[in-house]
């Protein structure tokens, strides 16, 4: 078993973040020799991934679960990185393969990267297309839309992608990626300027969001999207285990009603496992947690309670629909919910 999240960065002085490998993209008009295709691809993730949840939650808003299938991997990876032990006889039923890597080596012989989720496999080949985490989402959202169901959301609106843009990179270095470099710092320092880096941001999201129910405009954008996956981890894993403990969510009135609001919201909150989120964090980081025992808490029930932010007004789906219910099959098991 890995130590390092499959990224050799992870075990280094300073933490950095490896860039993703594969970044072909599917685009409608298959410039880059991807076509889009109903059925033809599947996407391949792990619930306990902030990065891979973002991908689950686009497709559940955007209605695209007939036209990408998933693939969920085990939270538990072994030296071969993740594997689908989830699945009868341990081999993912669509791909036939019994670990991610091998549609990692269909593409390319000896690649020398981590295997990383979320990925995007083009099934009838097994190769690999994209691990691109990054992008993944913004394609969804741009590239997929003559697969959207009828009534998805605009998650990024062309008038607010400036905007959009600016708070993603402030929340990717600072809070979705800020939470690993404290995690994984091997000096005080290094963790302290982290940890100071993602409170005293995450102070400034809290008070932008008294105000306004969204990140940016009236309705769920990608911002919240890349927010929520970092915030419904917090408490769990990121507070306890990267030490991220200035303050627990739900000690900040704001966020706490922010993503306990994002959590009720269709889309978002069925795709949570928080079994796979702390069996992962905490038995695969075995330098942070070597014991690997997985802690009780926190209490769950909290989720579920009201939140009062559709007094800010705002409207989550714009002028769309609130996505239908979690396809048989896609449903997180009771151990994960609250
Ligand atoms: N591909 C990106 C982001 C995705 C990512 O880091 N995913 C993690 C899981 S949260 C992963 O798959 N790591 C490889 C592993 O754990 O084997 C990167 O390389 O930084």
Redesign the pocket.
Known sequence: M?D????EAYGRKSFK?????FTDRITADAREGWPLEAGRYRLVV?R?????SRAVISRRLLGLEDALSLAIADPI?DDR??RFTLDPDGRDPVLGIRFLSEAYDARETDYP??????AIVDVPSGRLVT???QQITLDLATEWTALHREGAPDLYPARLRDEIDEIMEEVYEDVNNGVYRAGFATEQEEYAAACERLFRRLELLSARLARRRYLVGGTITEADIRLFTTLVRFDAVYHGHFKCNRWKLTEDEVLWAYVRDLYQTPGFGDTVDFDHIKR?YYQ?HTGINPTRIVPLGPDLSGWLTPHGREELGGRPFGDGTPPGPVPEGERVPAAGRP
């Open positions: 890995s390092t999240d499959g990224n973040r490896s860039k993703s490998h792990s306990a991934c902030p990065w891979a990876q990185s993740w990267g981590g295997v990383s989720v979320p691990n691109d985490f992962h695969v």
